[in-house]
């Protein structure tokens, strides 16, 4: 009876996990590896953004961030000489500066200076006339290189090494 009893046991259990395996087809048009990418077609298309893994084998969109580019004095804008732009909706995020195509530094001393926890931008010097600015707000890390903080790194190098 035992016996009987364990082979039932053992056969449903074998049952169940076969039920659970389910199998899908993936159709040509909708995956496809071009190089080193894996470009998957689907509904998602309209979702802006990018797939980023969330952990524990689930992924979802994130969006990478806005950005804003004006030019000094024109309509809605800041005025030439102001030196102050605050944007609430960039607390928290990492932000790039562009004066005239050029990246500023903002963790330099005495450039630009950011503070993200209120989303405000101090220019150094102030804005001047006609001037084109393009400010964006990242969701995610600073990948910047700040020569500021390479300098640092090599001044704290022992003498014999400043000079490489």
Same mark, same amino acid.
């Not at 364990?6 to 259990?13: L, P, S, V």
């Not at 993936?26 to 590896?33: L, N, Q, S």
């Not at 809605?76 to 102001?82: E, I, M, R, V």
């Not at 944007?87 to 607390?91: A, E, L």
């Given at each position: 009876?035992?016996?009987r /009893?364990?082979?039932?046991?053992?056969?449903?259990?074998?049952?169940h996990?076969?039920?659970?395996?389910?199998?899908?087809a993936?159709? *040509?048009?909708?995956?496809?590896?071009e190089g080193?990418?894996l470009?998957?077609?689907n509904?998602?298309r309209h979702?802006p953004g /990018?797939?980023?893994n969330?952990g524990?084998?689930k992924?979802? /969109?994130?969006?990478?961030?806005n950005?804003?580019?004006?030019a000094v004095?024109a309509s809605?804008? *800041?005025?030439?000489?102001?030196s102050?732009y605050t944007?609430?909706?960039?607390?928290g995020?990492y932000?790039k500066?562009?004066?005239?195509?050029?990246?500023?530094?903002?963790s330099?001393p005495?450039?630009?200076?950011?503070?993200?926890?209120?989303g405000k931008?101090?220019?150094? *010097?102030?804005l001047v006339?006609?001037?084109?600015?393009?400010i964006?707000a990242?969701n995610?890390?600073?990948?910047?290189?700040? *020569?500021?903080?390479?300098?640092?790194?090599?001044?704290m190098?022992p003498?014999r090494?400043?000079?490489l």
């Open positions: 009876m035992m016996k /009893f364990i082979f039932t046991a053992a056969c449903c259990a074998a049952l996990s076969i039920k659970a395996q389910q199998s899908f993936v159709r *040509p048009d909708t995956v496809k590896a080193m990418e470009v998957v077609r509904a998602t979702i /990018f797939l980023f969330n524990n084998g992924t979802g /969109f994130k969006t990478i961030g950005a804003l580019e004006f004095g809605g804008a *800041p005025q030439a000489g102001d102050v944007n609430t909706t960039w607390k995020r932000i500066i562009w004066r005239n195509g050029l990246l500023i530094c903002t330099c005495g450039s630009t200076s950011v503070d993200t926890s209120l931008i101090i220019f150094r *010097p102030a006339a006609a001037e084109k600015i393009y964006e990242l995610f890390s600073d990948f910047t290189f700040h *020569p500021f903080r390479a300098t640092m790194q090599y001044a190098l003498a090494y400043a000079g």
